[in-house]
């Protein structure tokens, strides 16, 4: 198949729904597999920090789900391009499947950033640049869920969407260099493409391999919650009956 | 590319690029607002509103920390390692964290005399992490 | 289990003191990964109870016309 091809059939909601089915069990079972490994070596068996002692072990879920929760984003982005440019459907639905899944991990790491910072800061919260920017992810996210529920009309509704995400897009270089910019209490990045990690491998390792876990679990949660647009989307129509007439999805 | 999906792509461009240029210019215009605390040159050279409640911060000189009499109250110099330093005086219990050379967070007033009072303490942590038996390896080739 | 938890199983829940920083961080990302599988799951089933019965709905106006054929076109 040519990219060109590719693309079109991509545009067919059918075509995804019958290739994704292996394709989310695969992911989902790898993100099983590393999340409960990577989870068990992080908190037993990686050394504590010198200095934090095992409070350190909060980075394990920390940075994997603050990772995810932007990397979502950016695909929200990218997406919202495709609808706005090439009016693809699955564009859409990418578009509307990604946000509860967002939301729940930017949550995430701002709850676990809070329960590292009270130990080692000594405050559950401060309004420093990368916290503040990491908080209006959080809002991006909502904002989103309330729009498509707010607009009546799925298209108007999807297209507002997509220009908001292409907007809010710009809020992800601002949390990534918030902590070389400006003066935080959050410290500056430990993993830098240029230089080596500022950490031993038996610590990054288990944090790499939940971080593989976790974008695994999103993978595999995105096809389950596009596959679910799509049999929503195309209710009643003959392939749907045709393939659930077994009484299974 | 057809021209009606050409023309799409160059709105959704402007879009972008539009928020882009007015997040950037709020950003420039607020630069100093955004950062969390001043630093020790700051403090110094009278940059910092005196007798406000302003954030200082900066790394805990060696050998600076005094303890004040019989209660809580501590002294100690905050410094930027490249000749600009003050003392802060504070009285509470201190963060796990806080030790010589660790940075530190100072909620507080800056005083005529050029003492800041802090009325909280917060330990700033580095992007370094390591192991205790490394830490003591590293630390005893460093001669401590 | 590394050194410091080698004594035991207290000492691995206390985390040095740490205990409820570092169990609720790990318990709100079990959360978090729940609220995701399970919003698909109930989602899914619920889609799918739903077009059942309507399957069954469509398959039982079947019947009807069969048995009675004079009725002729079904009312909606």
């Known amino acids: 198949m040519t990219l060109k091809e590719l693309w079109h059939r991509l545009g067919s909601p059918r075509w995804f729904y019958q290739i994704s089915g292996r394709l989310r069990l695969v992911l989902g079972l790898t993100a099983l597999v590393l999340l409960v490994t990577g989870t068990v070596w992080g908190i037993a068996f990686a050394p504590p920090d010198y200095q934090q002692g095992n409070s350190f072990r909060i980075i394990y879920v920390h940075v994997p789900s603050a990772l995810v929760a932007q990397s979502a984003y950016l695909l929200m982005g990218a997406a919202g391009v495709v609808l706005l440019v090439w009016r693809m459907k699955l564009a859409d639905m990418v578009l509307a499947a990604t946000v509860p899944f967002g939301m729940s991990m930017t949550a995430l790491a701002l709850f676990t950033g809070a329960a590292w910072g009270k130990p080692t800061w000594g405050a559950w919260w401060v309004w420093d640049a990368r916290t503040t920017s990491m908080l209006v992810l959080l809002f991006l996210y909502m904002a989103l869920y309330a729009l498509r529920q707010a607009i009546p009309r799925p298209e108007t509704a999807g297209r507002a969407c997509a220009v908001l995400a292409v907007v809010g897009v710009i809020n992800i270089p601002i949390i990534k260099y918030s902590v070389d910019w400006w003066l935080t209490l959050h410290q500056p990045a430990t993993f830098r493409l240029t230089a080596a990690p500022a950490m031993p491998p038996e610590m990054w390792l288990p944090l790499l391999v939940n971080a593989l876990g976790v974008y695994c679990f999103f993978g595999a949660n995105l096809v389950g919650r596009l596959r679910l647009e799509i049999l929503e989307r195309e209710r009643g129509t003959a392939w749907v009956r045709e393939r659930l007439a077994g009484g299974q999805l | ?144 | 289990m590394p050194a410091d938890f080698a004594r035991s199983l207290a000492d691995f829940v206390a985390m040095g003191g740490h205990g409820l920083y570092v169990w609720l961080s790990y318990a709100a990302a079990l959360g978090v990964v729940l609220y995701n599988v399970l919003s698909v799951r109930l989602r899914e089933r619920r889609y799918l109870r739903e077009h059942l019965d309507r399957e069954r709905r469509h398959a039982g106006a079947g019947v009807r016309d069969a048995v009675h054929p004079a009725r002729g076109v079904p009312e909606p």
Do not use: C, W
């Open chain 2, 1 to 144: 590319m057809n021209p009606v999906r050409r023309n799409r792509l160059i709105a959704v461009v402007f879009l972008a690029v539009g928020a882009a240029v007015t997040v950037g210019l709020v950003l420039v215009a607020l630069n100093e607002n955004i950062n969390l605390f001043y630093p020790p040159d700051q403090i110094v050279s009278g940059a910092a509103p005196v007798d406000t409640r302003i954030r200082a911060g900066g790394m805990v000189e060696d050998g600076s920390v005094r303890r004040i009499g019989e209660g809580l109250t501590v002294e100690f110099v905050l410094t930027d390692h490249a000749g600009s330093a003050f003392p802060v005086q504070y009285t509470g219990i201190l963060p796990d964290l806080f030790r010589e050379g660790q940075g530190i967070l100072v909620l507080g007033q800056l005083g005529g005399d050029g003492t800041f009072v802090a009325q909280e303490v917060l330990a700033k942590h580095d992007e370094n992490y390591m192991p205790p038996e490394l830490a003591e390896l590293k630390g005893a080739g460093a001669g401590r």
